[in-house]
């Protein structure tokens, strides 16, 4: 049984830029969140897909967007980055969204 | 609005005392309440609590939550350096609710040789 990758782990990006992140989701999970982490703070919920459709989202503007694949795989693409956008982005996967979250070890994304 | 607040925010111990965590919540049509350990990345689950006054344990943590009062506590004795992380309390809501996870800002927890 796999567990959640997340890719890259740290990336450097500029003000004004966008990038995506990317999350395979655990063997047997139909359910992908991301979260977004900044330091010294819990994680905030950004949205939630299931079977390839946005289920929930969190307090995040339109410039954060997503995708979940037939795979389950999901990406996680933010446009015109923002310092404040610096943070870990966690990807977490479940069968269904009630318990049994697995999470990724995140990507660290430094805006500069 | 649905919150859940952790306390304290950091804690210095040294190795062998006992910790305890206090985690508060309000939530709407609560259900559960999950304790996470973070070590540098990935949060690990540690326990899922449904019912008051159950505790929940494992090796040297334990848990338990009062529903009544809206809070729960994670205890840890005779810890170690190992301990040394993150330890963040988090809520579910239901799928028709986004079923996203409500986390407290977590406690820093670090265990001085």
């Known amino acids: 049984e796999t567990g959640v990758t997340q890719s890259p782990t740290h990336l450097i990006k500029t003000r004004g830029q966008q990038v995506t992140l990317r999350c395979s989701s655990q063997s047997g999970h139909n359910t992908v969140s991301w979260y977004q982490q900044a330091l010294g703070q819990g994680p905030q919920f950004i949205f939630q897909y299931y079977r390839e459709e946005e289920n929930g989202r969190g307090n995040f503007p339109p410039r954060f967007s997503g995708l979940q694949f037939p795979n389950y795989s999901s990406e996680l693409n933010v446009n015109a980055l923002e310092l404040d956008d610096s943070a870990l982005y966690l990807c977490?996967?479940?069968?269904?969204?009630?318990?049994?979250?697995?999470f990724g070890s995140g990507t660290r994304l430094t805006v500069v | 609005e649905d919150k859940v607040v952790q306390s304290p925010l950091s804690l210095v111990v040294h190795e062998g005392d006992t910790v305890t965590l206090n985690c508060s919540y309000e939530?709407?049509?609560?259900?559960?309440l999950l304790w996470y350990k973070q070590e540098k990345k990935a949060p690990t689950f540690l326990f899922m609590l449904?019912?008051?006054?159950i505790e929940k344990k494992s090796g040297r943590l334990s848990s338990i939550l009062d529903k009544k009062e809206l809070f729960s506590i994670l205890n840890i004795t005779a810890t170690q350096t190992g301990d040394s992380a993150i330890y963040l309390c988090a809520v579910p809501t239901p799928y028709n609710q986004g079923g996203k996870l409500i986390f407290g800002q977590g406690t820093e927890l670090s265990v001085k040789p």
């Open positions: 977490a996967s479940s069968y269904g969204s009630g318990y049994g979250y697995t």
């Open positions: 939530v709407t049509n609560f259900r559960s």
């Open positions: 449904t019912s008051s006054g």
